[in-house]
């Protein structure tokens, strides 16, 4: 049994890539024999960074996406409307009793209200790109991404230090597949035993990578959840709590219960666990570069037919105000239907949960999707 395994992983790669391949070959100009190799595969170890990579680089590409969101709030608008008319009003006063001229009025209150608006759309932007974004980026690098083989892919990992003076052989362990690091610093190998999750554990989750001339440039997950997913990503102390705790030492004060900071706080639910029937569509990024080209519906179509391929009837979508464009292509393109939305914060912020019957998008898009990207058509 170990040894059927070990034949899979060696093999799963080549025939992904015979399955879920496809090419762009647009019509020749120029004298240029064919456009770039795009290939569609299952993720692969050497992936990893890749992976990481391209998602954290998409995330931070999507921050003015939901900084312009927020600036639609209406307490955005009226913190913004408020404070540059309080400003404008302290102008006469700044300047009663000095000899000025008339047009240092209007000056002054030019340079106000540009010295207000930049400050405002500075602290907007600065506290979306360094807080928010920076939040969710770390709560996927420190779950489902630190490990994509184990978390999508099911398979189980143990790492084990291989002892000096042990026998060769009794390395050679037949439980899976096997890899052998050194530290730079102790010089011990660790032996890295890979093995397959039990039947009873397997999901419908699965990872792609999406390569362009054998670049990793594209991403996305189908993830099936059996148990609730807790955030594994250790949680910062809330700078409220340091400074309170600093001042409440400085002046010899006793500190108080909002102020402490807990030995063990209660885990974040990251991911509610799935009913059978359904998954989520997941880490879906792709590369600057290659974006209005029709990458996603690629994307998302292997999704949902690998969906309808393990009797899924549900696919789920969690969006929030960073990801709007994303939601527009789930909406027109695939006829995902949105069920909820939550706000998440006074400025905006939200997330909304998208929802696609598998077997109705198999009905009205499978058939040409195959047609244009899996089939070697344009």
Same mark, same amino acid.
């Given at each position: 049994?170990?040894?059927?395994? *070990?034949?899979?992983?060696? +093999? ?6 015979? *399955? ?5 070959? =647009? ?30 680089? +998409? ?7 939901? %900084? *312009? ?11 913004? &409307?408020?404070?540059?008319?309080? @400003?404008?009003?302290?102008? =006469? ?13 209007? /000056? ?53 230090? %291989? ?7 009794? /390395? ?19 032996? /890295?035993?890979?093995?397959?999750? =039990? ?26 959840? @059996? ?14 709590? +340091? ?28 991911? =509610? ?23 996603? +519906? ?6 949902? &037919? ?30 995902? *239907? ?19 019957? /598998? ?20």
């Amino acid at each position: 049994m170990a040894s059927t395994e *070990k034949e899979v992983l060696q +093999t799963r790669p080549e025939e992904d890539i015979n *399955k879920d391949a496809t090419a762009s070959e =647009p019509p020749k100009q120029g004298g240029v024999p064919h456009g770039p190799d795009i290939v569609l595969r299952s993720f692969q170890p050497a992936d990893l960074p890749y992976a990481k990579h391209l998602y954290y680089t +998409t995330y931070f590409n999507l921050v003015p996406g939901a %900084v *312009k969101h927020k600036l639609m709030s209406p307490l955005t608008l009226s913190l913004y &409307m408020g404070a540059f008319a309080y @400003l404008m009003s302290l102008v =006469p006063i700044l300047l009663a009793g000095m000899n000025v001229p008339s047009w240092s009025y209007p /000056v002054l209150r030019v340079f106000m209200g540009l010295s207000w608006t930049i400050l405002f759309f500075a602290i907007l932007f600065g506290y979306t790109d360094r807080k928010e974004a920076v939040d969710e980026i770390e709560d996927a690098i420190c779950n489902d991404m630190a490990d994509i083989e184990e978390y999508y892919l099911g398979w189980n990992k143990e790492e084990r230090v %291989v002892e000096d003076g042990k026998d060769s052989e009794k /390395v050679q362990t037949p439980i899976g597949e096997k890899k052998v690091t050194f530290d730079k610093n102790s010089k011990a190998a660790v032996e /890295v035993i890979k093995t397959k999750k =039990p039947e009873s554990e397997r999901t419908a989750s699965h990872f792609w990578v999406l390569t362009i001339n054998s670049i990793p440039s594209a991403t996305v997950a189908i993830d099936q959840r @059996l148990k609730p997913v807790y955030n594994d990503r250790p949680q910062p102390v809330p700078p409220y709590k +340091t400074a309170g705790q600093f001042l409440c030492r400085r002046y010899g004060f006793a500190i108080p219960n909002f102020l402490q900071i807990d030995d063990a706080p209660e885990p974040k639910l990251l991911f =509610p666990a799935h009913k059978p029937n359904e998954a989520s569509l997941q880490r879906l990024a792709i590369q600057r570069e290659y974006q209005g080209f029709g990458l996603s +519906t690629i994307l998302i179509s292997r999704a949902m &037919m690998w969906a309808n391929e393990h009797k899924l009837e549900w696919v789920n979508a969690s969006i929030n105000e960073f990801q709007g464009k994303a939601a527009n292509i789930l909406k027109t393109k695939h006829g995902f *239907k949105q069920v909820s939305k939550k706000r998440t914060g006074w400025f905006g912020q939200c997330d909304i949960e998208l929802r696609c019957n /598998v077997q109705e998008w198999m009905e009205r898009y499978a058939d040409d999707v195959k047609e244009k990207h899996f089939n070697g058509k344009k």
